[in-house]
């Protein structure tokens, strides 16, 4: 079965740092792979997502992350974090059929200090 | 862009009380899930749903819960007795009908039981 391990439960950076939020995955073969963010008292949106090709991701808000196959890692960064991307962070992943259940991680709170 | 409903967004119930919570879906989706998120912890699937009857579902989902999709629109979780335990943020998701499609999840339930 997959699972998801995000390592980093809390992170606090400096609004205009870089950011990178950790994840690493367990599956057989190549999962699909999909970064979550979750405001305080909102549901969750979809930040990114992999499923083949370029392995290097663009999302939203400036996110983005890249698959690497040999160490299962499917890290989110952003160069400069703005307050408002204080959030709880989540990866997750699928099986590469498509159409079924993720599997999340535990999640990463993102705190920004001024 | 198209969004998931749920309703009501907090909803409080004494133990032992039957509890249903709603969703709509995006009006073109085949695929529908529920997830829960217990206060502090991970997002976990309960069940996925497809043509009428569930695909998948957890060990969460025992014999206590039901999903419905009563009228071609609406998509229900039931708890038939509810427990302590089952006090947790519930959300929604639907999918189209093409695999890699992109799963749209609800604003949440926040389903407190006392």
């Known amino acids: 079965a997959q699972s998801v391990t995000q390592p980093d439960i809390h992170i606090t950076v400096s609004e205009g740092a870089s950011l990178e939020l950790r994840c690493n995955y367990s599956?057989?073969?190549?999962?699909?792979l999909f970064w979550y963010v979750q405001s305080p008292g909102q549901g969750l949106q979809l930040l990114l997502k992999?499923?083949?090709?370029?392995?290097l991701v663009q999302g939203i808000k400036g996110f983005e992350a890249e698959f690497k196959r040999s160490q299962s890692s499917f890290n989110l960064r952003k160069p400069s974090v703005h307050w408002s991307d204080a959030a709880e962070y989540f990866c997750?992943?699928?099986?590469?059929?498509?159409?079924?259940?993720?599997?999340f991680g535990t999640g990463t709170r993102l705190t920004i200090i001024p | 862009e198209p969004e998931v409903t749920q309703t009501p967004s907090h909803q409080v119930t004494q133990m032992g009380q039957e509890v249903i919570l709603r969703c709509v879906p995006i009006?073109?989706?085949?695929?529908f899930y529920w997830y829960r998120q217990i206060l502090g912890q991970k997002v976990e699937f309960l069940v996925s749903?497809?043509?009428?009857?569930?695909?998948?579902k957890s060990e969460i989902f025992d014999d206590q819960f039901s999903v419905e999709r009563p009228d071609g629109s609406n998509f229900t979780l039931k708890i038939r007795s509810t427990k302590l335990e089952d006090s947790a943020m519930y959300f929604c998701?639907?999918?189209?009908?093409?695999?890699?499609?992109?799963?749209?999840f609800g604003s949440g339930t926040q389903l407190s039981v006392l």
């Open positions: 998701a639907s999918r189209g009908r093409r695999i890699n499609e992109k799963l749209f």
């Open positions: 749903f497809y043509n009428n009857e569930i695909s998948e």
């Open positions: 997750a992943v699928e099986s590469n059929f498509g159409n079924e259940k993720l599997t």
């Open positions: 992999y499923f083949s090709g370029d392995t």
């Open positions: 599956y057989g073969a190549t999962p699909y």
């Open positions: 009006s073109n989706h085949l695929y």
